[in-house]
């Protein structure tokens, strides 16, 4: 069936009993077609309900509004499109953009529907907190302040999603910069359970080692970790620790 042919059904059919999913699909139709107006018609005859707000919230942006734009996507939550706009803001202001990411988390926490999705956030959070104590002055309180509170955001990804190793060394990453060694290694070693060939996890406790003085067993690990994946940003740590002799902190990416 031609695609006009098909809307002028839809068209029918909205003329003569309007439901929602002809509501949505000629709205959605319109903004293909760059008729913004046309598609605000059709959404504002939506009941409340997320498809509605994640339409507003595109007629918004074809307005180029983009405020009333993130505060429907926040409402529907269409976490993709609040993550494009945190990833703008962190750009400039990372603290900005974990206000953001804090927000869609609120959020999403009071669906109940979406358990992964707010672990993916709280990870996110937790790599713009790091993101935000590298811009603070090294070894002050406010930096400390913002890795602790990366600490405790990545813990919360791991608690909701416990079998992620992602997070699992995430949260090992914190506790070390932290210098919390002896958590960061329980943590590594966790992750190593949940994915024996996770050279993320092997490589970690390479760097635990060398951190304690133990080269040899660094040494060890990173060969394994190597083995697994060469291309791993803890092996490549790990590498450049025992090359140049000394630890590399930094922000976890």
């Known amino acids: ?105 609120a959020r999403l926490a009071l669906s109940a529907t979406h358990p992964d999705a707010v672990a993916e956030t709280y990870w996110h959070m937790g790599i713009l907190a790091n993101q935000e104590a590298w811009r603070q002055v090294s070894g002050s309180a406010t930096q400390l302040a913002w890795l602790r509170r990366g600490l405790g955001d990545f813990e919360s990804a791991v608690r909701i999603s416990p079998l992620s190793e992602r997070y699992v060394i995430a949260a090992a990453n914190q506790e070390d910069l932290i210098g919390a060694r002896r958590r960061a290694e329980e943590l590594f070693l966790r992750a190593r359970e949940i994915d024996p060939e996770s050279a993320d996890a092997i490589a970690g406790l390479g760097v635990i080692a060398f951190e304690r003085g133990d080269r040899a067993k660094a040494q060890l690990y990173l060969q394994q970790g190597r083995a697994v994946d060469p291309r791993s940003l803890m092996v490549r740590a790990l590498e450049h620790d025992l090359q140049t002799g000394r630890v590399t902190k930094g922000p976890i990416q």
């Open 1 to 105: 069936m031609p695609s006009r042919l098909g809307w002028a059904v839809y068209d029918l059919l909205d003329r003569v009993a309007p439901a929602p999913y002809v509501e949505a699909t000629l709205a959605e139709a319109a903004l293909d077609e760059g008729d913004a107006a046309r598609a605000l018609v059709h959404a504002l005859r939506l009941p409340a309900s997320p498809t509605r707000d994640e339409i507003l919230g595109r007629i918004a942006l074809a307005r180029h509004e983009q405020q009333l734009a993130l505060e429907y996507f926040l409402a529907a939550p269409d976490a993709n499109a609040v993550q494009s706009a945190v990833l703008a803001r962190a750009a400039q202001n990372p603290a900005e953009g974990y206000a953001l990411e804090r927000l869609l988390e």
